[in-house]
């Protein structure tokens, strides 16, 4: 057997399992630990509810006010293209689901392969022109950790190696395909321990403080 194939057949096999199991325990683990602080006990008097403002400010805090948008449209646009191809090309894309069946018993419909490809293209250039921004801002610049280079190679090695692995741009193919298979596996076992968390506690922060402003009667 070729050296390309026993590769793919590692990262696609014990690589994958080790991968998938550093993220799901890491994600619970991340969890629990926010859940576990608990919340204080409120001796205000409530003078509104908690549940709907919660998910109004989850919904509402998706759509960017003016003033954020007119002091920094170019991030505001960047942000909302990868985030949006990526999940695109992360959860629409057949090979994908195919994958997802095949490891949880479960998938769903997926969009059309130009389509998707269209989603990764938007998303790489995307992700480069934030990597610009970042490094060419000065004040980004500054705020800038080492977290902050790892998370966005991270999240862009599998776009780039995938875009690649679909085009068959690199021979041999079980190489490229192996590659973006690591890099995926990269991005999982990263995943709980960086700020790609926020993929989960973004929403429960924003509950969270809807949530309270609801309690006292405040508009989120």
Do not use: C
Not at 161 to 167: C, D, K, R, V
Not at 176 to 201: N, Q
């Amino acid at each position: 057997m070729s050296e390309p194939m026993d590769f793919l057949l590692l990262v696609r096999g014990t690589g994958f399992d080790v991968a998938l199991t550093i993220f799901v325990i890491g994600v619970v683990l991340r969890l629990f630990e926010i859940f576990s602080l608990g919340r204080g006990v409120n001796l205000a008097e409530p003078r509104g509810r908690e549940f709907g403002p919660g998910m109004r400010t989850i919904l509402t805090r998706n759509v960017p006010d003016p003033h954020t948008f007119r002091r920094q449209p170019l991030t505001v646009v960047i942000g909302y293209l990868f985030h949006i191809g990526l999940l695109i090309s992360l959860l629409l894309f057949v090979p994908h689901i195919e994958l997802f069946k095949e490891t949880f018993g479960f998938g769903w419909p997926g969009l059309a392969t130009p389509i998707v490809d269209a989603a990764a293209v938007i998303t790489i250039i995307a992700l480069l022109a934030a990597l610009w921004h970042r490094a060419s801002n000065p004040v980004m610049r500054r705020i800038t950790r080492a977290e902050d280079w790892l998370v966005w190679l991270a999240t862009f090695l599998p776009m780039l190696t995938g875009y690649l692995a679909y085009h068959r741009m690199v021979d041999p193919y079980p190489l490229i395909l192996g590659l973006h298979l690591l890099s995926v596996e990269l991005l999982l076992v990263l995943f709980p321990f960086t700020k790609l968390m926020h993929t989960f506690t973004l929403f429960i922060a924003r509950w969270y403080n809807g949530a309270m402003n609801g309690y006292r009667g405040v508009q989120s």
